[in-house]
C-alpha cells in the first residue's frame, strides 16, 4: 500500500488543490533533467525542476499482464535542455524518468507515481513525444537465442569473431550529401552493395564521433552514394572524413563466400522451411524416408 506525505495527505483532504506533475529524467549519458507542467521553477527531490518545457502527459492506464501502459508525455522544443538534434541522436530513447504528483505551494510534498523508461522519442512539427514503459515490460521481452536461417551475431562481435581492420577503409564526404544521402571519394574497387548494411563513422567535423548504419551502397555518376537507415542529426560537410565498414546480410553464403568466416556462422542454414510443413511422405509403398513437396 503506497503512503503519502503527510503534508500531502493533509492537502489532498482540502476544499481545494494546487497539484502538478514533475518528471526527473537521467538519460543514457548520465545528464539530469527536471521538468514540471507548473509555470514557475520548482525543486523536487533536490532537482530543479524547468517550466518552460511544454511538457504535458496523457491519461495512464493499466493492464493485468505485462504490456506497455497506454500513457505518454509530449511537449514543445521550446527549451534548451531538449534539442531535436539531441532526440535525433537518440539520447533521450531509453532515459530513465520518474513521475512526481506535486502540490506546488509546497514542493518538499511530492509523491512518487511511478518509475519507467522513456520508449523510442520522435521529434515533428515542432515538438516531441515519448512513451513511459514500467519496468515490467522488461520481463515481456525475449530472451535468448532466436533460432532461424540467418546469423544472430552482430558483425565483428565477440560471437561473430571476424577481424574488422580489414573490412574498414577511410574516405571523405564528398559534394552534394546531405542528412540522409553521403557520397564519399577517395575509395575504389569495392564493388555496388559491399558498404550495404555496413556503418560509416565520422572522424571529423560537426558530426565526429557520431556512427550512423548504412541502408544501401550504390555506384552511379556522382560517385559512390550511401543511403543512411536514418537522418544525421547535421548534414556533413565536403571533406570531412569517415571510416566506412563492410556489410553483412547475415546470409550463410555471404559468411562463407566475402568472409571466409562460414566456421564462425552463428545461424541455422539449413533448418526446414515453412514448405517442410506441407509435405508427406510418399505412399507407393517402399518408405524411403523421401518428402513430396
Given at each position: 500500500m503506497r503512503t503519502l506525505p503527510a503534508g500531502l495527505a493533509a492537502h489532498l483532504a482540502g476544499e481545494a488543490t494546487?497539484?502538478?506533475?514533475?518528471?526527473?529524467?537521467?538519460?543514457?549519458?548520465?545528464?539530469?533533467?527536471?521538468?514540471?507542467?507548473?509555470?514557475?521553477?520548482?525543486?523536487?527531490?533536490?532537482?530543479?525542476?524547468?517550466?518552460?518545457?511544454?511538457?504535458?502527459?496523457?491519461?495512464?492506464?493499466?493492464?493485468?499482464?505485462?504490456?506497455?501502459?497506454?500513457?505518454?508525455?509530449?511537449?514543445?522544443?521550446?527549451?534548451?535542455?531538449?534539442?531535436?538534434?539531441?532526440?535525433?541522436?537518440?539520447?533521450?530513447?531509453?532515459?530513465?524518468?520518474?513521475?512526481?504528483?506535486?502540490?506546488?505551494?509546497?514542493?518538499?510534498?511530492?509523491?512518487?507515481?511511478?518509475?519507467?523508461?522513456?520508449?523510442e522519442v520522435v521529434a515533428s512539427d515542432g515538438g516531441f513525444r515519448a512513451e513511459v514503459r514500467g519496468p515490467t515490460h522488461l520481463i515481456d521481452q525475449p530472451r535468448g537465442r532466436l533460432f532461424s536461417r540467418g546469423c544472430d551475431a552482430n558483425f565483428g562481435d565477440s560471437r561473430c569473431k571476424l577481424a574488422l581492420g580489414s573490412w574498414r577503409t577511410s574516405a571523405t564526404v564528398a559534394a552534394g550529401s546531405d542528412d540522409r544521402v553521403i557520397y564519399v571519394s577517395g575509395i575504389?574497387?569495392?564493388?555496388?552493395?559491399?558498404?550495404?548494411?555496413?556503418?560509416i563513422a565520422f572522424t571529423s567535423g560537426a558530426l565526429a564521433g557520431k556512427t550512423a548504419p548504412i541502408?544501401?551502397?550504390?555506384?552511379?555518376?556522382?560517385?559512390?552514394?550511401?543511403?543512411?537507415?536514418a537522418a544525421l542529426p547535421a548534414v556533413p560537410a565536403t571533406g570531412d572524413s569517415v571510416t566506412l565498414t563492410a556489410g553483412c546480410d547475415k546470409r550463410f553464403e555471404t559468411c562463407r563466400d566475402r568472409f571466409a568466416n562460414?566456421?564462425?556462422?552463428?545461424?541455422?542454414?539449413?533448418?526446414?522451411?515453412?514448405?517442410?510443413?506441407?509435405?508427406?511422405?510418399?505412399?507407393?509403398?517402399?518408405?524411403?524416408?523421401?518428402?513430396?513437396?
Open positions: 494546487t497539484l502538478c506533475s514533475a518528471w526527473i529524467v537521467t538519460r543514457k549519458d548520465g545528464v539530469l533533467f527536471g521538468f514540471t507542467d507548473h509555470d514557475r521553477r520548482l525543486t523536487v527531490a533536490g532537482v530543479t525542476c524547468e517550466p518552460a518545457t511544454g511538457f504535458d502527459r496523457s491519461a495512464a492506464s493499466r493492464g493485468a499482464g505485462f504490456a506497455v501502459g497506454e500513457e505518454e508525455i509530449a511537449g514543445a522544443l521550446s527549451s534548451d535542455l531538449i534539442t531535436e538534434a539531441d532526440l535525433a541522436a537518440g539520447l533521450w530513447d531509453g532515459a530513465t524518468i520518474r513521475v512526481y504528483l506535486v502540490n506546488w505551494q509546497s514542493p518538499g510534498d511530492a509523491l512518487l507515481q511511478r518509475t519507467g523508461v522513456l520508449g575504389s574497387g569495392f564493388s555496388a552493395d559491399w558498404f550495404g548494411r555496413g556503418t541502408d544501401e551502397h550504390l555506384d552511379d555518376a556522382a560517385g559512390i552514394r550511401l543511403l543512411l537507415r562460414h566456421e564462425n556462422f552463428r545461424g541455422f542454414p539449413h533448418m526446414p522451411g515453412k514448405d517442410f510443413v506441407f509435405s508427406y511422405a510418399r505412399g507407393n509403398g517402399t518408405d524411403t524416408g523421401e518428402v513430396l513437396f
